[in-house]
Nanobody
């Protein structure tokens, strides 16, 4: 299993920006999908954005136009650039690496990083 470590969370005012990073312990080059999920207090974990090996991206409707996901297969990192942050973006953000072609199937999670949007 790939170990994932997130960083970059913090406290930001509404309208501000943050850049989350996720570093993998091994190569992510062959991993089909890496992405970001979030979980707010009292709510279920939800998808924020994913990116495939071919750099195809998928975003939750709530973050389209504000967030950008990218992956660097050389540095084994995944970034989430978050702009125009809103209070409803407050959550713990988790990095995920998933590939059902692995044996056993890969589904790794980081420990999470807190993002708080508040004035």
């Amino acid at each position: 299993q790939v170990q994932l470590v997130e960083s970059g969370g913090g406290l930001v005012q509404p309208g501000g920006s943050l850049r989350l990073s996720c570093v993998a312990s091994g190569s992510i080059f062959s991993i089909n999908a890496v992405g970001w999920y979030r979980q707010a207090p009292g709510k279920q974990r939800e998808l924020v954005a994913t990116i495939t090996g071919g750099h195809r991206t998928n975003y939750a409707d709530s973050v389209k136009g504000r967030f950008t996901i990218s992956r660097d297969n050389v540095k084994n990192t995944v970034h989430l650039q978050m702009n125009n942050l809103k209070s409803e973006d407050t959550a713990v953000y988790y990095c995920n690496a998933e590939d059902s072609d692995y044996d056993p199937p890969l589904d790794s999670w980081g420990q999470g990083t807190q993002v708080t949007v508040s004035s």
